[in-house]
């Protein structure tokens, strides 16, 4: 049983909802083992003093098929959990790309596209996070781990999801004590130029659009299809990306 | 010199717009070394009673934000073609998202998103091919090599473009004689869970929207900041993804 972290969350500031969605995505982390995105990051936010509580993102652009969010101060998580409700309250007609700018901590980028799965819509979601990653040939350090996740939902139940860090190790398992900061390479051994160049594309992708500081690119759609429960049959009893 | 292979497409029945199209990108693969995406595909397609080389792609949903085409019979190269050169006509006031159903073979996905950025947009595109990879754990060919080829145009010229197939090796490099069957399989040694991820969340991604037929997905966007030359300063001499 994971102790719920609310009330250490009320206590730095934040209001009984901005706890609770705060607290649901750590707990969610240590009960699926990703202690790195877990209860070790209310340790972190405790050590910060510029944290503000009472900031909230704001949806700065509404277009068919187009929106951009402001974290606007707030933290990440924060700013993607508006952008998960507000999407569920009014998904697009077909598919909509949603820019979140100054978006950061994301934590487990599955947890939100598990949410959109769950309410239907098809999702992938990349975020930047501080540069950590350098090429394989060598170099100064370029990318964040910019993970990629994507979530289908399923008519037979839960969605597929798929959350890949770019990173050997993510930075959270490095704060967590379960991996060493010399990890922090693309995954891959010899195939690691690979994830690189994934990396890179993410990180520019999100660059262009966002700009500068730490954001996310999130793709949402209707699905025309139900894939998964063929899938699932085929894979037998093989484990699938987020089971 | 890769000699063109445009006389050998018209004698495959192709129009003089097609085999150009076809033979542009089978040269260019050649030319950037990946023999598995060039020549060897005309010799492929000459095996083949089946091509109907008159087949056009159309376009089958025009909304805000979301295009939908269909194959219609026609090889997937004419497909993204005819999409991207669609895009380029009429580009999106911010973003929109594109679905190819039945877009089979798309060979080298790089080449359709550096066209792209080249007209100054943003492209990320993803594609299905036949079942060949399988879990690390086991079990049965689950996925395609379903590659992920990012696009970010830039101010001081060449866009950066990131290419990566899921797979270890590229079925291409397999008919090429270059690589052997048994490395078709996710890339990464002992992360290869993580390639296997990504290529079950690709893989249902294009599904759920595409159908069951090998399709793609493509998501294009205006720019609205220009991050590549602060990024080719900051690699220096590292080579990028796409030089």
């Given at each position: ?44 936010l405790?050590t910060l003093d510029d944290v503000d509580s ?19 101060g ?170």
């Amino acid at each position: 049983m994971v102790p719920d972290p609310f009330e250490r969350l009320r206590s730095l500031g934040f209001d009984d909802d901005a706890a609770r969605v705060l607290a649901d995505h750590f707990v969610d982390a240590e009960e699926r083992g990703k202690a790195g995105h877990g209860l070790s990051r209310v340790d972190w936010l405790e050590t910060l003093d510029d944290v503000d509580s009472a900031a909230r993102p704001l949806r700065t652009l509404d277009e068919p098929g187009y929106e951009q969010w402001d974290g606007n101060g707030a933290l990440g998580y924060l700013t993607l959990d508006a952008i998960v409700r507000s999407t569920l309250e009014d998904p697009p007609p077909r598919a909509r790309v949603i820019v979140g700018r100054r978006t950061f901590p994301t934590g487990m980028l599955g947890y939100w596209v598990r949410r959109l799965a769950e309410g239907g819509l098809v999702a992938a979601l990349t975020a930047t996070s501080p540069r950590r990653l350098g090429s394989p040939a060598g170099g100064p350090k370029l990318t964040g781990t910019n993970p990629l996740a994507i979530a289908i939902p399923s008519s037979d139940g839960d969605p597929v999801v798929a959350d890949v860090s770019m990173g050997k190790v993510t930075y959270g398992a490095v704060l967590a004590g379960l991996a060493d900061e010399a990890d922090l390479v693309p995954f891959g051994e010899e195939s690691s130029h690979k994830a690189f160049a994934l990396a890179v594309g993410l990180q520019l992708l999100v660059d262009a659009l966002a700009g500068e500081e730490h954001g996310v690119v999130l793709v949402v759609a209707r699905p025309e299809h139900d894939p998964v429960p063929a899938f699932r049959a085929l894979a037998g009893g093989v484990r699938l990306p987020g089971d």
